[in-house]
């Protein structure tokens, strides 16, 4: 069983493993679907930043693991408290490759660490958050129905 | 350092015995430390420091009864912590939903830099 502090989430995408390699680890291409703007410095100990414009955020994070083409991790920030802590949490995707799909699978740890200060505000980020996702993927798919 | 709330919730139930504690607690109707001592391969000392953990995480709520206290689940906080650990994990099935259409709308373009229009 997973630990309670992790979560797990994964997705089989029909692309070879050298494409979603590079849509992960490449900033370019990261800033397509992740944010809309990214910085990697790819290796262990170099810095990753990714920028969300539209609620004109960034997160930033230091790379940990990257091993070409399966497994790609880093630490980055959950938030800062009031006393000026940066806390964190890490990240790893790992990705497998199997008669041409690509399986990409998230592990998210370290949440138990975090203050409940910072439980109470990502809840609050993330319900509003998926009230402007719910957002976009309705006029994605108005968009789609009018082509 | 002093943990509450979700904080504490999931810190308790970041370990695997204590996990299980908490199982055998929800099973019976009120269990006491000595027979959950009687289940659990660690010693009575262990168990009461693992059921204190869990009072105060407040996943389970103890009563004085004669000599012993009794234990019984609150699911309250689990399903609050619960909660959490969903919204975190949908922002994440969103973003790899995003990085699947990403994929498949890039495809024509390995670059994948050339489309004005991002993606989300």
């Keep these: 069983m997973e630990k309670v502090d992790t979560i797990v989430r994964e997705i089989t995408v029909s692309s070879p493993i050298d494409r979603v390699w590079s849509a992960l680890t490449v900033a370019d291409q990261l800033a397509q679907w992740f944010g809309d ?17 539209e609620y004109d955020s960034s997160t930033e994070g230091v790379v940990e693991l990257v091993e070409y083409p399966t497994t ?12 000026g802590t940066m806390w964190t949490t890490k990240v790893t995707f790992t990705l497998e490759e199997a008669e041409g799909m690509t399986t990409v699978k998230i592990v998210e740890s370290g949440l138990s660490e975090l203050p409940d200060e910072l439980y109470t505000r990502t809840m609050e980020e993330n319900s509003s958050g998926w009230v402007a996702e719910m957002a976009d993927l309705q006029s994605h798919l108005e968009g789609a129905g009018a082509l | 350092m002093t943990r509450s709330g979700a904080q504490a919730t999931l810190w308790a139930l970041s370990d695997p015995l204590r996990i299980e504690i908490l199982d055998r607690v929800s099973a019976g109707s009120e269990i006491t430390v000595s027979q959950l001592a009687a289940v659990v391969p660690i010693t009575r000392q262990a168990v009461t420091r693992h059921v204190k953990t869990l009072e105060d995480a407040g996943l389970i709520l103890g009563s004085r009864q004669g000599r012993e206290h009794r234990y019984r689940v609150d699911l309250k906080p689990i399903d609050e912590a619960g909660q ?37």
């Design chain 1, 72 to 83: 790609f991790s880093y630490r980055w920030e959950a938030g800062s408290t009031e006393d």
């Design chain 1, 37 to 53: 703007s990214a910085e990697i410095d790819l290796r262990p100990g170099g810095s990753l930043k990714v920028g969300w414009s």
């Design chain 2, 84 to 120: 959490w650990l969903n919204a975190r994990a949908k922002s994440w099935d969103q973003a790899l939903n995003r990085l699947a259409r990403y994929l498949e709308n890039a495809v024509d373009d390995p670059s994948g830099g050339h489309d004005p229009s991002p993606v989300r």
